[in-house]
């Protein structure tokens, strides 16, 4: 807030919950107060935000042919597809504006992909738009009998019109929450910057993502009980952005964790602890810088299935055995949520050691025994009567990652 800002004492309290993000700050509680206020991160040579900046600056100044913009970037392709799209015409050497339209009009501060969604209350005789929500966002939020929430007011979505980027809601009085199901599989295209240990190896680099919206769960306030299911029936979203990624080498994986069902779950489990830590330590939403496991290859990508186990899923999005003929080769991805990377992953890799380290003091400092959704996720009752610790397995994994070394970055 804006407390304290002119010299004079301020307070300001922290209620935590269970989730990851507030227990890591609980526990080390140096990290919040002996940190600098902030820094906060984007890449200005992200090519849909550098887009957009030239687009504004065109309508302030014309460009000159030969004139760069920034660091890095000529500015000839850029003009030359303004050009082309009729907002910026050439005279001879000089690039100017040329429509009524004021760019920046057109320019979310909240996103870089175009295209929001319209949210329409549709009790409103006059079909009230009452929200916009990004193209990014929209998939896991607006799909059809998903409860939308604004101001605190719940609504629920009725339809969703997909080409026309609009959804279709009411008030509504349910008792529960929805919560998409979001199947994420990952292809490497290029590594940018790779350091290796003899257990581990942490990689920098371009990837492919698909995302599936298989269907969502209807989960009760205050007890957080799933009471039921539904379908989403949805395009698959794909996009190319940046990633860090953690590898355990096959020797060293299956010396510590003999079984592909124990090394699965520990990789869940590492994955959800480094998530949260990683976004609190870039600044960033956990929205922002997603998390997946899979092999990088595209071949399978893993999720927790309703037993509470991992599972391994192939391409179309069907259950595989975890003993199936193939390498298993798993890797923990945390990556940009937006087309292009919006800068997040480099910084990301070269603070790895710091995103693992302080995974592994959120996950061993917990109270639980066997897990919990404070460190490595919920963990059903019935692992906990057979003393089944997705805990410990997730804590043998981040164990091996630590042992890679702070990596030093070099360009492909």
Known sequence: GRAGRRNRTSLGVLVAGSEPLDQYIVRNPEFFLGASPEHARIDPDQLLVLLDHVRCAAFELPFHADERFGSRHPLGQFLQYLGDEGVVHREGDTWHWATDAYPANAVSLRSV??????????????????????????????????????????????????????????????????????????????????????????????????RRFAGYKKIRYYTHENIGYGNINLPDQEMHTTSA???????????????????????????????????????????????????????????????GRGQMRDVSGEEIAPDYQGAFRPAVFLYDNHPGGIGLSEPLYERQAGVVQGALELVERCDCRYGCPSCVGPVLASDEERGYSPRALAITVLGLFAAAPEPAYRSA
């Open 113 to 210: 992909a175009e295209g929001n969604f319209l949210v329409v209350d549709q009790d409103h005789d006059s079909r009230q738009v009452i929200a916009e929500v990004d193209f990014s966002s929209a998939p896991e939020t607006l799909y059809p009998g998903a409860i939308y929430m604004l101001q605190a007011a719940p609504y629920q979505v009725e339809s969703l019109d997909w080409d026309g980027r609009k959804a279709y809601v009411r008030p509504t009085r349910a008792d529960y929450y929805t919560d998409a199901i979001v199947y994420t599989r990952l292809k490497i295209l290029e590594r940018f910057a790779e350091q290796a240990t003899a257990q581990a190896r942490v990689a920098h680099g371009e990837v492919h993502l698909v």
């Open 245 to 307: 990624w953690w590898e355990i080498r096959p020797g060293e994986l299956e010396r510590a964790l003999p079984s592909r069902q124990m090394a699965l779950d520990g990789f869940l489990g590492a994955a959800y602890a480094m998530h949260h830590v990683a976004a609190l330590q870039m600044m960033s939403e956990t929205s922002d810088l997603g998390r997946a496991v899979g092999d990088g290859d595209g071949r399978w990508f893993a999720t927790q299935g309703a037993n």
